[in-house]
């Protein structure tokens, strides 16, 4: 099993560099009213009211030291302007900055609260934002133009954060009635992932477990670039963008949204 080592650092910079460029492409004239076909049902404002009330939630509790207080769901703040007012982005833009620099100061070994079955650190809202910011960085490229894909080593950690996150924590998309071992390869990093499920239950194997037991050979496999399989695995793209082999419903088990 690969692991990416992601750092406070590595996943502020990706944050910059996916925030800014979410922004150009929401800034542009007349994209308000456009559709996000990734997010149906969605408009271009309606994601930049989105993604801006997510920044303001962590913002808002991810500096408090409880780890045992559930932060309730993501809700679009009462200040947020209108999806087609002109001054969302704006108001955005001031988001952005503001949760740059809450994370900025923010030690990575605080206690804060999470939902997945990580330490209950900081540092899990650090990698949490810079995947959130990059997903929806597609989506609205995607929306206005020709979508670039997700940074190579940032995407690597966005596959290994579906499987060693939302996975466990239930965050599925995909049918749970499946049972098989899936293996992933990201080709342009040489990373793999060997992924076991049984129903609702999901586990990362170690490549050396994996091959001292075959009595449970891979029954689906996709390789491809890391952003490819990010995007796949987030349903953004199919898995027929990818090199897939075996049984598609295990693959499409590893879905999350």
Excluded at 19 to 33: Q, S
Aim: charged letters at 20%; proline letters at 5%.
């Amino acid at each position: 099993m690969s692991r990416t080592h992601g750092s406070k650092d590595f996943w502020l910079t990706a944050l910059r560099a996916d925030g800014a460029a979410f922004l150009a492409a929401v800034g542009e004239p007349g994209v308000a009213t456009a559709m996000v076909p990734s997010c149906p049902d969605w408009t271009v404002g309606d994601l930049v009211r989105h993604l801006g009330g997510v920044y303001r939630r962590t913002r808002s509790n991810a500096g408090s030291g409880a780890v045992d207080q559930h932060w309730g769901p993501v809700v679009i703040p009462d200040d947020a302007p209108a999806g087609t007012d002109e001054r969302l982005v704006p108001w955005f833009a001031a988001e952005l900055a503001q949760l740059d620099a809450f994370l900025d100061a923010l030690d990575s070994d605080l206690p804060a609260w999470n939902w997945a079955p990580h330490a209950k650190t900081a540092a899990f809202w650090h990698r949490r934002m810079a995947h959130e910011t990059a997903i929806h960085r597609w989506d609205a490229q995607l929306a206005t133009g020709l979508p670039e894909p997700l940074e190579s080593k940032l995407a690597g950690d966005t596959v290994a954060e579906v499987l060693d996150t939302f996975l466990p924590a239930g965050r599925r998309r995909g049918p749970s009635n499946v049972s098989g071992v899936v293996h992933l390869v990201a080709a342009d990093l040489g990373h793999e992932w060997y992924v076991r499920l049984r129903g609702e239950g999901v586990a990362l194997l170690d490549t050396d477990t994996l091959l001292d037991d075959d009595a449970h050979p891979a029954r689906a496999a996709a390789s491809g670039t890391a952003s490819d399989l990010a995007l796949a695995l987030w349903a953004r793209i199919a898995f027929d963008v990818v090199e897939t082999a075996g049984d598609h419903a295990l693959l499409k088990a590893l879905r999350v949204a």
